[in-house]
């Protein structure tokens, strides 16, 4: 139950090290918008690399060949969907979620907070967060595609804040 033997250990440590410096390789060389700001399919790979890298360090039925086999293709796909969604609207607007407005022109927009599962406290606590004492301060609160919450203060005249790219 504690302690198998050396041979376990052993082979958990030198696999480990191999696996984990060829997902650290697979990682670099497809670039820094592989796992950049997370929607969810990048979550759902970021999970999935992290199961086959647990496989690999713990199961003897998987050969390193195998778990690095799984990152590669897990990489590539992703990468792929990447490509494709820079270079597809349908694709993107499958994919990757837009930004929405969640208070804007002194007022929640409660149609959009309920589709979007965001409760008003979430919306005072970014406002909170960002040093403003009153929603009297703020020009919108946008809901990122990556599922952060932005909040923009008003500003005057000269400085007007830009919204756009916000639905």
């Known amino acids: 139950m504690f302690f198998n033997d050396w041979e376990t250990i052993g082979r958990t440590i030198l696999i480990g090290v191999f696996a984990y410096a060829g997902l650290v390789l697979f990682i670099r060389v497809s670039g820094k918008r592989t796992l950049s700001k997370m929607d969810a399919f990048d979550l759902v790979v ?8 647990a496989t690999i360090l713990l199961s003897k039925d998987v050969s390193l060949a195998e ?7 897990l990489i590539v796909l992703q990468y792929f969907l990447a490509f494709l969604s820079v270079r597809s609207g349908i694709v993107r607007s499958l994919i990757k979620s837009e930004p929405a407005f969640l208070y804007r022109d002194d007022r929640y927009l409660y149609d ?3 589709r979007k599962r965001v409760l008003k406290v979430e919306i005072l606590q970014a406002a909170r967060s960002n040093g403003i004492s009153s929603m009297g301060q703020v020009e919108a609160v946008v809901l990122e595609a990556d599922g952060s919450i932005s909040v923009i203060q008003k500003t005057d005249k000269a400085g007007e804040s830009t919204l756009a790219n916000v639905k």
Not at 46 to 53: E, F, I, K, N, R
Not at 67 to 73: Q, R
Request: charged letters at 5%.
């Open 46 to 53: 970021t999970v999935a690399l992290g199961s086959t890298l």
């Open 67 to 73: 778990g690095l086999s799984a990152f590669f293709i």
């Open 112 to 114: 959009v907070m309920k």
